[in-house]
């Protein structure tokens, strides 16, 4: 049996990204195989794909498909598998392996969710992975309904989703975002402020003293925001969009300015005991009640290098996800 998937064979511009026909897998002990609806596209994949090295995972052997994020029905069930799970609608993070990018993948069983009856496949696969981190940074940030929380690249998968879940808390919340159009699904999010970075005295529109920064964008802005801290607040850093040009703060900039610095991911999420399974079942819930809406700028699996060329465009809104 055939299907097909993306495949890459060197790195480089996403011209490299190939749709191609592929045997289908066949899933082992404890596995099922997931006839795929919608699969998950990172910045990360971007980077992973032109070969740049420093990134938290290593480059993959080549050739290989991209993708570590899934949603679809179950198809095939491996050897020892309940047979319960054929049929079901599941979504599931591969981890660190990839070939998210096919109609077909296998994923370990202990890795699915079933997918909340209202909520569809793209929205399941924004959930598992982003909506996951976004609870991981929650988990550090603690929001308060007294807080002031600027949010960075609001209108992207993370930012949308943390622009609701801190006025869901109570707090006030400024969103920043590119371009007019962005700024306005910023404030429709329910952002009491929303503010266009690009332009030079966008500091100057914060309305308030900040007392937390979610910082996903680093580099100048990132150090813009962090700027804005009154004494007492906290930064939390979750990225840097532009690519790892993390937001520059110093202990000294701690000390002078009376105020905390806390990296919310990389290292910290994966030695956290237990693991990220519960901000994976939380994550989902959350959507599934309608508590949290995530945005998606859907593509066809095919046009997989269209995807990437504007996500990296900074063409998109919310999580980019590829639909078979």
């Not at 592929?22 to 971007?46: E, F, K, N, S, Y």
């Amino acid at each position: 049996m055939t299907s097909h998937a993306i495949r890459q064979y060197e790195f480089g511009p996403a011209e490299k990204l190939l749709f191609e026909e592929v045997r289908a897998p066949v899933p082992g002990p404890g596995q099922v195989r997931v006839a795929v609806a919608a699969a998950g596209v990172h910045l990360i994949d971007t980077t992973i794909r032109r070969g740049v090295e420093g990134g938290p995972f290593p480059l993959p052997a080549l050739p290989m498909t991209p993708g570590r994020e899934v949603a679809g029905v179950v198809d095939v069930l491996g050897a020892d598998v309940p047979a319960e799970w054929s049929g079901r609608r599941v979504v599931a993070h591969l981890g660190q392996a990839s070939g998210g990018y096919a109609e077909s993948v296998v994923a370990n069983v202990a890795s699915l969710h079933e997918i909340p009856p209202d909520l569809s496949f793209a929205d399941a696969v924004a959930m598992i992975g982003t909506g996951r981190t976004v609870f991981a940074v929650l988990d550090v940030a603690q929001v308060r309904a007294d807080d002031v929380v600027l949010v960075s690249a609001a209108a992207g998968g993370m930012g949308s989703l943390l622009v609701q879940a801190a006025k869901n808390a109570g707090a006030f919340v400024v969103g920043l975002a590119g371009g007019a159009e962005k700024v306005e699904l910023v404030r429709g999010l329910g952002a009491d402020v929303a503010v266009d970075y690009r332009v030079p005295d966008w500091p100057q529109r914060v309305e308030r003293p900040v007392t937390l920064v979610l910082d996903g964008v680093g580099g100048e802005s990132g150090r813009q925001a962090f700027e804005l801290l009154a004494p007492g607040g906290r930064i939390v850093l979750y990225g840097a969009s532009g690519g790892f040009d993390f937001t520059k703060i110093t202990t000294a900039d701690l000390f002078t300015r009376g105020v905390s610095a806390t990296a919310a991911i990389g290292p910290r999420i994966m030695a956290r005991p237990g693991g990220v399974r519960d901000f994976e079942t939380l994550s989902l819930a959350a959507a599934g009640r309608g508590e949290l809406r995530p945005l998606t700028s859907t593509f066809p699996l095919a046009k997989a290098a269209e995807a990437h060329r504007a996500l990296e465009a900074r063409e998109t809104v919310g999580k980019v996800v590829l639909v078979a």
